[in-house]
């Protein structure tokens, strides 16, 4: 059996496609954990499932990225019953905001910012969204943005760790031959 | 997968949408006070241009000033002085005809409760004064006399009093009134979305941003405490209460609503708040309803379907009118 | 395992310092905002005194019939003393919640609250 150029391709966007589930799947999972967890104020979680997002983004690109990101949104809101509640919204909204920020910076810095930095920026981006989908949907008036330099700081906290472990889980999947692109080369930008 | 772009670009396009729609301007807003008819009167105007609201405020306060100047018993040179210095009467604008008609009316039906004559009863309690004294039984009857619903007849332009001696006094109902001229000048001016408030009393016209105006109710006994909030659009909220100005001497509260057959504060309430469609009305009827106490107040009510009212007894018990509940805020 | 630090670069703390900085910012201007209330005072049509609601003190203020003693402490602002004949401004009570008002007409001086502190109010006006 011959080895085709378009083999190759083929194998490697199945190969994609299968990791990428696989990604999702882990994102919703870790997703639906951090729910059961109790939080001092609600919608307020680490956002371990961005480790995903991530992940994708590194190993694959931006179209990956999205699509871990919104569709671990859109599972985990039918998972957990909350489809279309508020916090679906909230949780679209700041996702929104998160990818289109670290995709962003992702291209525009390369290798000047690590997964951490690049994490940060993402949880950042993902309050901001947050906050701003409740100012619109849920609160009618302008206090709540009185809200966001906590949550800020929260998140900054919350996206180096889930930066930090992404950094972790990317320095041992680089190397594995599972992810090496169809032109053999390395992924990172 | 090729689908992604275009489902991100309509995602974004659905939040910037959004975004846009719900920050739409909510239009121009003025408010301004002054100091008017003894009182803090503050006027809030909204629109869509702050120069015509402005326009429209400055009118309606002139307005205000012009009442005041033609219907406060303090100012000398007014209408209502010149009439109680006159032994007989004599005519009046119109302005003061409506003021006048209006009290006679609420006068007759109350029985006597609201009362326009109470000038030297007032000036005997003297209020003013640093340190008010309570009046004694002569002095109290003395102000008493003549005192009454048939103690004024107008016809036309032409008032008539029946004793040369009775001073008049509109302070229940003139500052009522000018509200009322108030809210006629701002709409006038084309505001739809106003609050005139005259120290407590006040009239709210249209909406306040999309919704009703809230209206608290001050509690009679505690300062910082609300007795209920209403909800109220194109009406007028007056309260009248024994804690707005009184004196105390030897622990009983002496407060400036007088019950006009005996001279003395009225006992039976400690609170009044009546809401209807026009201040003067609310300002009369809420003096009326104090003096006479809750069960005849309410029975008086009955003859106003416009007006609905809450009692606060001197007991601290709760009566209100049978239509009061449509404009209590549901919790 | 490796620590964070590991893994970051220059560009890594440059981010974390700016969000760090802008978050704590944001933080240290909200605090300052919420004590911002003031006490406004008009004399005749030009404002002639600003104070914090926050510091005792107390003012007095000349008017065209003399001077307004106003006095501002933990419970709020009130005039005590007034060369007005019947002393209403004196009997209006405490000022204290955003937009209360106290005024002594004869002596043309107005007295506003301004800022955001004390209770929220649920309603837009009261009726006293």
């Known amino acids: 059996m011959t080895c085709s150029a378009d083999d190759i391709q083929a194998l490697s966007r199945s190969r994609r496609q299968v990791f990428l589930g696989l990604f999702i799947a882990i994102a919703v999972s870790l997703h639906a954990f951090e729910s059961l967890l109790p939080t001092p104020v609600p919608w307020l979680r680490l956002g371990l499932a961005n480790i995903m997002t991530l992940l994708a983004l590194y190993l694959y690109d931006g179209r990956a990225a999205w699509s871990v990101s919104l569709a671990r949104v859109g599972i985990g809101a039918l998972l957990l019953g909350r489809i279309f509640g508020p916090g679906f919204w909230l949780a679209l909204v700041g996702t929104l905001f998160a990818t289109s920020a670290m995709i962003i910076v992702y291209r525009v810095a390369g290798r000047r910012l690590s997964p951490i930095g690049i994490s940060a920026i993402g949880a950042g981006g993902h309050a901001l969204g947050q906050i701003l989908a409740a100012r619109l949907l849920v609160v009618q008036h302008a206090a709540i943005w009185q809200v966001l330099p906590f949550f800020m700081l929260f998140t900054l906290f919350a996206g180096v760790l889930t930066g930090w472990l992404a950094a972790l889980l990317l320095e041992e999947l680089r190397e594995h031959p599972a992810f090496q692109q169809a032109n053999g080369a390395l992924t990172n930008q | 997968m090729p689908w992604n772009r275009p489902l991100i670009i309509g995602l974004l396009l659905v939040v910037l949408t959004l975004t846009w729609w719900r920050l739409q301007p909510d239009g121009e807003e003025v408010r301004r006070s002054r100091i008017l008819m003894g009182t803090v009167v503050e006027i809030m105007a909204a629109g869509q241009s702050s120069k015509t609201l402005e326009a429209a405020v400055e009118a309606a306060f002139a307005e205000m000033e012009r009442l005041d100047k033609l219907l406060s018993r303090y100012n000398t040179d007014s209408e209502v002085s010149r009439l109680s210095q006159s032994t007989s009467g004599g005519e009046v604008s119109l302005p003061t005809v409506e003021v006048l008609t209006l009290g006679l009316e609420i006068s007759r039906k109350s029985g006597g409760a609201f009362d326009m004559t109470l000038g030297k009863l007032k000036t005997l309690w003297a209020f003013d004064k640093e340190a008010p004294t309570l009046p004694n039984a002569a002095e109290l009857s003395a102000a008493l006399s003549g005192v009454g619903p048939k103690a004024l007849s107008l016809e036309g332009q032409q008032l008539r009093k029946a004793s040369p001696q009775l001073q008049l006094d509109l302070g229940g109902i003139a500052k009522g009134y000018a509200v009322d001229r108030a809210i006629a000048i701002l709409r006038q001016h084309g505001v739809a979305n106003a609050a005139v408030n005259a120290g407590g009393d006040m009239y709210l016209l249209g909406q306040r941003q999309e919704r009703a105006w809230r209206i608290g109710i001050q509690h009679p006994r505690e300062e910082e405490g609300v007795l209920e909030t209403v909800q109220i659009s194109n009406r007028a909220v007056v309260t009248s209460g024994d804690y707005e100005r009184f004196f105390e001497k030897d622990g009983v509260r002496y407060h400036h609503i007088f019950n006009p057959q005996t001279g003395m504060p009225a006992r039976d309430c400690q609170s009044v708040t009546i809401v209807t469609d026009s201040v003067a009305l609310g300002d009369a009827l809420a003096t009326a309803v104090f003096v006479l106490g809750p069960k005849a107040g309410l029975t008086l009510l009955e003859e106003f379907p416009q007006a609905e009212g809450l009692v606060v007894a001197a007991d601290g018990s709760r009566h209100s009118s049978p239509g009061w509940t449509s404009y209590q805020v549901v919790p | ?128």
């Not at chain 3, 008002?101 to 929220?120: F, T, Y």
């Open chain 3, 1 to 128: 395992m490796k620590a964070p630090w590991h893994f970051m670069t220059g560009g890594d703390w440059l981010v974390v310092l700016l969000l760090l900085t802008s978050s704590l910012g944001g933080i240290v201007s909200i605090a300052a905002m919420s004590e911002g209330s003031r006490v406004l005072v008009t004399c005749g049509d030009e404002l002639c005194f600003t104070a914090p609601l926050d510091q005792p003190r107390t003012l007095a203020i000349d008017g065209p019939l003399g001077q307004t003693k106003l006095v501002i402490d933990e419970q709020g602002a009130r005039i005590v003393e007034s060369p007005c004949p019947r002393k209403i401004c004196v009997s209006m009570g405490v000022a204290k919640h955003t937009a209360d008002l106290l005024a002594c007409v004869p002596n043309r001086i107005l007295v506003h609250i301004d800022g955001s502190s004390g209770k929220e109010v649920s309603y837009d006006l009261l009726s006293r």
